[in-house]
T-cell receptor, first 112, second 110 residues
Framework: TQLLEQSPQFLSIQEGENLTVYCNSS?????LQWYRQEPGEGPVLLVT?????EVKKLKRLTFQFGDARKDSSLHITAAQPGDTGLYLC????????????FGSGTQLTVLP | NAGVTQTPKFQVLKTGQSMTLQCAQD?????MSWYRQDPGMGLRLIHY???????DQGEVPNGYNVSRSTTEDFPLRLLSAAPSQTSVYFC?????????FGSGTRLTVV
């Protein structure tokens, strides 16, 4: 059983559409991170959320941490082809932010 | 540019061969780790280090060894490669606020 469940696994949309991807767990976490990975590269940190209910915005990306700190969502407004990539959520299961467990990711493709 | 450097970028090994994947960071991060990434399974932690001279096992350590003689370097050794070790390997470091990843080593064991 995976600690983190990400959905959907694959998502293909047209440029300009909005989308939401999810990261869910039955466990409570002290924080949660989102990364984006492009082909042939390592993941790049997008954001860290710490407080239950917290909302952070990064340009057209909106991240929310669930009130109970068990889940998170990433919403992209007016998606662009440059948003294409693998979106990964990660948590520190032992409380230490230095040791992360990753979800299996959502592969997003934005078609021009 | 500051960051995490991994070498080589690609490698093909025969079953039973040994090799070392190199990882170096210039950000003076104490914490470094190795992950492998396989389709549909995300990133899985192999080994990690909280500082020079200190290493520990992650989720999938079997078949891999590590050492940390300096803050900058954290090599990963495969002593006897197996086809099950075909994967993409990532090294990462952090000071606590989020990981910086290298660009990965794609390893194929035939």
């Amino acid at each position: 059983t995976q600690l983190l469940e990400q959905s959907p696994q694959f998502l293909s949309i047209q440029e300009g559409e909005n989308l939401t991807v999810y990261c869910n767990s039955s466990s409570v976490f002290s924080s949660l991170q989102w990364y984006r990975q492009e082909p042939g590269e390592g993941p790049v940190l997008l954001v860290t959320v710490v407080t239950g209910g917290e909302v952070k915005k990064l340009k057209r990306l909106t991240f929310q941490f669930g009130d109970a700190r068990k889940d998170s969502s990433l919403h992209i407004t007016a998606a662009q082809p440059g948003d294409t990539g693998l979106y990964l959520c990660a948590v520190p299961p032992g409380g230490s932010a230095r040791q992360l467990t990753f979800g299996s990711g959502t592969q997003l493709t934005v078609l021009p | 540019n500051a960051g995490v450097t991994q070498t080589p970028k690609f490698q093909v090994l025969k079953t039973g061969q040994s090799m070392t994947l190199q990882c170096a960071q210039d950000m003076n991060h104490e914490y470094m780790s190795w992950y492998r990434q396989d389709p549909g399974m995300g990133l899985r932690l192999i080994h990690y280090s909280v500082g020079a001279g200190i290493t520990d096992q992650g989720e999938v350590p079997n078949g891999y060894n590590v050492s940390r003689s300096t803050t900058e370097d954290f090599p990963l050794r495969l002593l006897s490669a197996a086809p099950s070790q075909t994967s993409v390997y990532f090294c990462a470091s952090t000071a606590g606020a989020g990981y910086t990843f290298g660009s990965g080593t794609r390893l194929t064991v035939v």
